[in-house]
């Protein structure tokens, strides 16, 4: 969407992509949050401690920066701001 579309908003995904993983009754495969952020995602529902701790594991490895994660935090804010005008 980014770089074919040049969109500039939030990206959320999905309830039925982002299901929990350990759920039998997704017919989609378990989704991965860091390749998701990575790829552009800006907000995963419905999001786990999995998840969480998926994060905190690449931030620890330094393969996840926080200015990354916040620079996709900032989509968030951004959309929450502009629907409280």
Same mark, same amino acid.
Do not use: C, H
């Given at each position: 969407m980014?770089?074919?579309w040049?969109?500039? &908003?939030l990206?959320m995904s =999905?309830?039925?992509i982002s299901?929990?993983?350990?759920?039998k009754?997704s017919?989609?495969?378990?989704q991965?949050?860091f =390749?998701?952020?990575i &790829? &552009?995602?800006?907000l995963?529902?419905? &999001?786990?401690?999995? =998840?969480?701790?998926?994060l905190?594991?690449?931030?620890n490895q330094?393969?996840l920066?926080?200015d990354?994660?916040?620079?996709c935090?900032?989509?968030?804010?951004d959309t929450?701001?502009?629907?409280?005008k």
């Open positions: 980014r770089n074919e040049n969109f500039t &908003g990206i =999905d309830w039925s299901f929990n993983p350990q759920s009754y017919i989609y495969p378990p991965n949050v =390749d998701n952020i &790829g &552009g995602n800006n995963m529902m419905p &999001g786990s401690n999995i =998840d969480y701790n998926y905190i594991e690449k931030l330094k393969v920066t926080r990354f994660l916040l620079r935090a900032s989509k968030v804010y929450i701001e502009l629907l409280n």
